[in-house]
């Protein structure tokens, strides 16, 4: 079992920065691809960045290149998701989650746990 527990959403304005941490227990943290979804009212959950497991290598969405930056603390058992120039249509749900695919994933049925998400809401 992995537990995930993200942090840091709030309500900032366009334009304005947000740190995103997803602490992860239960196993260990290296041994796992590690995703960023988002979900609006009324939306289907999507991608917006992921990073591998063995390289760490990173991937983002279209709408997060540029402004977002995805990263992990292998000995913190953290996952960051630094995002910049907010906009009001990045408002949503964030959600971290954790697989066991080798490279990157970027669709929901690669991974195995979810955290329960926290929310971001940019205004204008």
């Known amino acids: 079992q992995v537990q995930l527990v993200e942090s840091g959403g709030g309500l900032v304005q366009a334009g304005g920065s947000l740190r995103l941490s997803c602490a992860a227990s239960g196993r260990t943290f290296s041994m796992y691809a590690m995703g960023w979804f988002r979900q609006a009212p009324g939306k289907e959950r999507e991608f917006v960045a992921a990073?591998?497991?063995?390289?760490?290598?990173?991937n983002y969405a279209d709408s997060a290149k540029g402004r977002f930056t995805i990263s992990r603390d292998n000995a913190k058992n953290t996952l960051y998701l630094q995002m910049n120039s907010l906009k009001p249509e990045d408002t949503a749900v964030y959600y971290c989650?954790?697989?066991?695919?080798?490279?990157?994933?970027?669709?929901?049925?690669?991974?195995?746990?979810w955290g329960q998400g926290t929310q971001v809401t940019v205004s204008s």
């Open positions: 989650a954790a697989g066991s695919w080798p490279g990157i994933a970027t669709l929901k049925s690669q991974y195995d746990y």
């Open positions: 990073i591998s497991r063995s390289t760490g290598r990173p």
